[in-house]
Structures are given as structure tokens and as C-alpha cells.
T-cell receptor, first 115, second 118 residues
Framework: GESVGLHLPTLSVQEGDNSIINCAYS??????FIWYKQESGKGPQFIID?????DKRQGQRVTVLLNKTVKHLSLQIAATQPGDSAVYFC??????????????FGQGTRLTINP | ETGVTQSPTHLIKTRGQQVTLRCSSQ?????VSWYQQALGQGPQFIFQ???????GRGNFPPRFSGLQFPNYSSELNVNALELDDSALYLC?????????????????FGAGSRLTVL
């Protein structure tokens, strides 16, 4: 079935270190990928996106890498800060479902920052 | 610019009851999608509304239904509640219904409505 999975459910890093969150996706037809951050009591918040015709995209302190050969996506956060503590989801956009746009989310990785 | 607002934030129902959840989309957004997020899981697509009509549906039974109003706000209705319906229900708005959203048009999520079914 459809799924976007994650290699690790939890990740603990030291403040100031770089974090790498990984994600495996299953649908090779997906054309667009997004990373979301979800803090406790809040909805998912957009971090960064990447189209399937790209292999890397950089934002402020974040970089997303896409490897279509092995259907793998990663989110790199530079100089991790306490405010980065959250659950991170990757999501893939599948082709139209009856005209609609549908995102398939992974289970999520909880990122914890140690002082 | 206001974001996506949902109500109620929390509610408790018993099995067999019906529930209505409400969502006001972000200013300028005309498309609303609903997602169900079970505890410890990622959100799952329920359906999307555009121009007051359902524009696509995920793997949810017909007892999950919705409405979109002329002001683009939306409701999610769930009939004959089951214990497994306990979840966070997320509403997300976007400015385009189809496959063109990206960057500034990405889905903007509300904080959700936490439903507990006893």
C-alpha cells in the first residue's frame, strides 16, 4: 500500500550539533515532497519542500536531500536549537486523487535537543 | 492575515454519537482539506473541498462527510462514532485544489480538534 516511512522514530542531539532526519517513500510516481514540523498542541508547520526533478534544496538552517534511486528523503538541520524540538514528518504528494491534491505522511520522528 | 482556525479544540463523545468539527480557512485560500491524525501517527487524508464540492477522498467510510460554505469555511461530520475515530482532526487550507501547490501555496494547517470517543 501507500506509505512514507521513517528510519528512526526518535532522535536525540546535542544543542548546536547538526540533525539529520531520514525518510523512505514508496511511491516512485510522487512528484513533490514536503517536510513538516509539529510542535505539541499545534498543527504541522511547513519547513521546506522539494520537487522530484531536484536532488537538493536549502533553506534557512535546513537542507532537504532527495535520492530518487533509492526513494529516500532527508532533512538536515544545522546548529540545532532548543526550539527545533518537535516531531518532524515527511510527506509526499501523490498524483491527483479524483482531482484533489493528497499528501501521504510518514509516522514522524521526534527530535529532542539535549542542552 | 489570519491563519486556519478550528473549533472546538477538544471534545469528548460516546460511541454511536455524531460530531461536527469546524474550520475557517486562511484568508485568500479557497480549498480545504481534512486530515485525521491518530496518536503517534502522521496525518491521513480524509477529503478535500473546493468550490463547495468534495474534490477527492481518502480511504474513509461514508460516515465521514463534509461541507464547504461560500466563505470557504468547512465542516467535517462524523456519524456513528467508533472508538477508533479518536484522533486529532486537522484542517488545512490552500489556494489551489490541484497539483499546483508548492512554496507559498502549500497547505496551511490549523491546530486541530482533538476528538475522544468513549
Amino acid at each position: 500500500g501507500e506509505s512514507v516511512g521513517l528510519h528512526l522514530p526518535t532522535l536525540s542531539v546535542q544543542e548546536g550539533d547538526n540533525s539529520i532526519i531520514n525518510c523512505a517513500y514508496s511511491n516512485s510516481a510522487s512528484d513533490y515532497f514536503i517536510w513538516y514540523k509539529q510542535e505539541s498542541g499545534k498543527g504541522p508547520q511547513f519547513i521546506i519542500d522539494i520537487r522530484s526533478n531536484m536532488d537538493k534544496r536549502q533553506g534557512q538552517r535546513v537542507t532537504v536531500l532527495l535520492n530518487k534511486t533509492v526513494k529516500h528523503l532527508s532533512l538536515q538541520i544545522a546548529a540545532t536549537q532548543p526550539g527545533d524540538s518537535a516531531v518532524y514528518f515527511c510527506a509526499e504528494r501523490q498524483r491527483r486523487v479524483q482531482g484533489a491534491q493528497k499528501l501521504v505522511f510518514g509516522q514522524g520522528t521526534r527530535l529532542t535537543i539535549n542542552p | 492575515e489570519t491563519g486556519v482556525t478550528q473549533s472546538p479544540t477538544h471534545l469528548i463523545k460516546t460511541r454511536g454519537q455524531q460530531v461536527t468539527l469546524r474550520c475557517s480557512s486562511q484568508s485568500g485560500h479557497n480549498t480545504v482539506s481534512w486530515y485525521q491524525q491518530a496518536l503517534g501517527q502522521g496525518p491521513q487524508f480524509i477529503f478535500q473541498y473546493y468550490r463547495e464540492e468534495e474534490n477527492g477522498r481518502g480511504n474513509f467510510p461514508p460516515r465521514f462527510s463534509g461541507l464547504q460554505f461560500p466563505n470557504y469555511s468547512s465542516e467535517l461530520n462524523v456519524n456513528a462514532l467508533e472508538l477508533d475515530d479518536s484522533a486529532l482532526y486537522l484542517c488545512a487550507s490552500s489556494s489551489k485544489p490541484g497539483h499546483l501547490f508548492s512554496g507559498a501555496n502549500v497547505l496551511t494547517f490549523g491546530a486541530g480538534s482533538r476528538l475522544t470517543v468513549l
